[in-house]
């Protein structure tokens, strides 16, 4: 009986190592942006592990941007490589759904037994991450763009740092007297490169769209567009900004060089390390060319499920609520400079209660949060081509190889042969 019962403790002993308690269940975890997310995306995952013990968070290798996160995920869609999850820039979540690539999370929300608004996630929210009423993801990371400022040399030049500029106009007159300082002083970095947000910043900011309604016509070139391109030209011809590439401007920024810089609220935490005491940091709303109908592009990404299967996809929906929820949320606005976008984050003393009180520099992008609007997505499969081609023409006006006008119908031309055929 003795050996027997050794017999049956060492089967129970095999059989629990065989079968432990909570079967562990991976998940591979693809990201855009390290310089910007790294920290923050370690840090949520560690926690959700801590919570979570039976899921183990991996990530693949990170894309350096947006545009080249999306080929990844279109080049690796359906394959053994392809994620479980993946983070995409909002403006290129319809180009995935278009390919049927983003799982629909409708199903995991109507199983949840707390409703999305009571989990934080306003409707407002929510539709940051649809397409045509599809909720493909959950918005990750909302920015939108702001006005960085030398303080230091904003007074130098004879300014109020106290009270930034309001317009345009103003930017551009400071920024000549700015330059005027001498020294390897410039005046404005304004961030052109890379994608069409900035380009969106000022066409909205006109009260301007990029297509008509039906997306039948290109609609950027019209009296809105006109103003947007003659912005940059004047920030060239009247207030002498270079031609940086986005690393030199940083750069130029930071090391206290540079008047004026305008880019993404995301870039804030990083511009304020890197800056440290060399100059006093401030930030304020950037200008829009219509005051009351201006809006403002939203940008940022959207946690995305990918995975087809079924037994790793209840782990993967725990996964991307953790991360755009308060928690997430909490981490990535102190982290890298971007609003809120949930809204027990934004309320709950637990998470980002007082924080815009004591972290004055992260006011702005908070201030225009009521004029924020979807980052416009171009229809059809060439989203990647019609960017370019903007940023491309942008350039010939900054480097002034083209006049605004000239840049801007060539832009037109070239995205009209671009749109689908109706």
């Known amino acids: 009986m003795k050996h027997f019962a050794k017999l049956l403790s060492a089967a129970a002993i095999t059989m629990a190592a065989a079968f432990p308690a909570h079967a562990e269940t991976t998940l591979t975890v693809h990201y855009p942006m390290p310089g910007f997310f790294k920290d923050v995306m370690d840090k949520v995952s560690k926690k959700f592990m801590e919570e979570n013990p039976d899921i183990k968070i991996e990530f693949a290798n990170p894309s350096p941007t947006y545009e080249e996160g999306i080929q990844t995920i279109m080049r690796q869609a359906g394959t053994s490589e392809m994620p479980d999850l993946t983070f995409i820039g909002l403006n290129r979540l319809r ?129 809105e567009g006109q103003k947007a391109f003659a912005v940059l030209d004047r920030l060239v011809k009247e ?26 609220t995301g ?48 782990a993967a929906w725990k996964f991307a609520k953790f991360a755009a929820g308060p928690y997430g949320a909490s981490v990535v606005v102190p982290g890298t400079g971007y609003v809120p976008n949930n809204e027990l984050a934004a309320k709950s003393p637990e998470y980002l209660g007082d924080f815009y009180a004591r972290n004055p520099l992260f006011q702005a992008g908070l201030k225009q949060m009521p004029r924020m609007i979807p980052w416009y997505a171009f229809p059809g499969s060439n989203g990647v081509r019609v960017t370019q081609t903007i940023v491309d023409n942008s350039s010939r006006v900054v480097d002034q190889s083209a006049k605004p006008e000239e840049a801007l119908e060539d832009a037109a031309k070239e995205v009209k042969r671009l749109l689908p055929r109706s």
């Open 239 to 264: 207030a002498g900004m270079p031609v940086f590439t986005k690393a030199a401007g940083e750069q130029a920024f930071v090391a206290g060089k540079v008047g004026f810089a305008f880019q993404t």
């Open 95 to 223: 180009m995935a759904d278009e390919r049927s690539i983003p799982v629909d999370l409708a199903p995991f929300m109507a199983k949840d037994k707390a409703s999305m608004a009571e989990q934080g996630f306003s409707d407002t929210i929510l539709k940051l991450a649809q397409v045509n009423g599809k909720q493909v993801g959950l918005a990750f990371a909302t920015s939108n763009p702001i006005m960085y400022y030398n303080a230091d040399l904003v007074k130098a030049a004879g300014g109020n740092p106290d009270q930034p500029p309001k317009t345009w106009d103003e930017v551009i007159a400071l920024g000549a007297k700015i330059k005027a300082l001498g020294n390897g002083v410039d005046s404005v970095d304004f961030r052109w490169q890379g994608d069409d947000w900035m380009f969106s910043a000022l066409l909205f900011g006109a009260g301007g769209t990029m297509l008509s309604e039906d997306e039948s016509k290109v609609a950027f070139n019209g009296p």
């Open 267 to 314: 870039a804030l935490a990083n511009t304020i390390k890197n800056v440290g005491g060399k100059f006093d940091l401030r930030t304020a709303e950037i200008p829009l060319l219509d005051p009351v109908n201006g809006k403002l592009p939203t940008g940022g990404n959207a946690v995305v499920i990918l995975t087809k299967d079924e037994a790793k996809q209840d």
